[in-house]
T-cell receptor
Framework: EDQVTQSPEALRLQEGESSSLNCSYT??????LFWYRQDPGKGPEFLFT???AGEEKEKERLKATLTKKESFLHITAPKPEDSATYLC????????????FGAGTRLAVHP | EPEVTQTPSHQVTQMGQEVILRCVPI?????FYWYRQILGQKVEFLVS????????KSEIFDDQFSVERPDGSNFTLKIRSTKLEDSAMYFC????????????FGDGTRLSIL
């Protein structure tokens, strides 16, 4: 069964303290792995798509990487405005277009 | 930047009543989706829709649920006879194409069943 597990569930950082969020996945054949940011009461906001092992994508303080079994979202020198829940989702080759989400990591960045 | 819009933002309904949740996908997108998120749980896929047909649905999407694209801009989710367990955030999403293209989400409708 296709599955996505994210860790940690919650992460508290001081402003400027870099860290990484993990997304482990099991999927019959990966079509794409997606990172989203979700603010309270809002819908998921698209950040990155990764397609194959070794791929990396960057946007401001965020960098996403992909291996055959997991993805990492690296946050460099975070700011309080980076506080949100970060969701990882996979799309399987045989699953049409549906996204399978992990439970997310709640990130709190304190000044 | 184009965005997916959903109405209403909050819907309160008595158990057993019908509800219709509305979405306006991004205008040049061809694939449309509904997901739901029960409080404190994962975002779950409900249904995908393309070319006026359901292309995939989950086990959650039973006969009580239906989707429709009544015109060129709207995409709706109908729940015929709501249950307490239907209380959740319902998200609409759209994508330009398939094959690993990102899905863009609206801000959701919070459905509360009393």
């Amino acid at each position: 069964e296709d599955q996505v597990t994210q860790s940690p569930e919650a992460l508290r950082l001081q402003e400027g303290e870099s860290s990484s969020l993990n997304c482990s996945y099991t999927v019959s054949g990966l079509r794409g792995l997606f990172w989203y940011r979700q603010d309270p009461g809002k819908g998921p906001e698209f950040l990155f798509t990764l397609y194959s092992a070794g791929e990396e994508k960057e946007k401001e303080r965020l960098k996403a990487t992909l291996t055959k079994k997991e993805s990492f979202l690296h946050i460099t020198a975070p700011k309080p405005e980076d506080s949100a829940t970060y969701l990882c989702a996979v799309q399987a080759r045989d699953g049409y277009n549906k996204l399978i989400f992990g439970a997310g990591t709640r990130l709190a960045v304190h000044p | 930047e184009p965005e997916v819009t959903q109405t209403p933002s909050h819907q309160v309904t008595q158990m057993g009543q019908e509800v219709i949740l509305r979405c306006v996908p991004i205008s040049n997108h061809l694939y449309f989706y509904w997901y739901r998120q029960i409080l404190g749980q994962k975002v779950e896929f409900l249904v995908s829709f393309y070319n006026n047909e359901i292309s995939e649905k989950s086990e959650i999407f039973d006969d009580q649920f239906s989707v429709e694209r009544p015109d060129g801009s709207n995409f709706t989710l109908k729940i015929r006879s709501t249950k307490l367990e239907d209380s959740a955030m319902y998200f609409c999403a759209s994508s330009e194409s398939t094959g690993g293209q990102p899905q863009h989400f609206g801000d959701g409708t919070r459905l509360s069943i009393l």
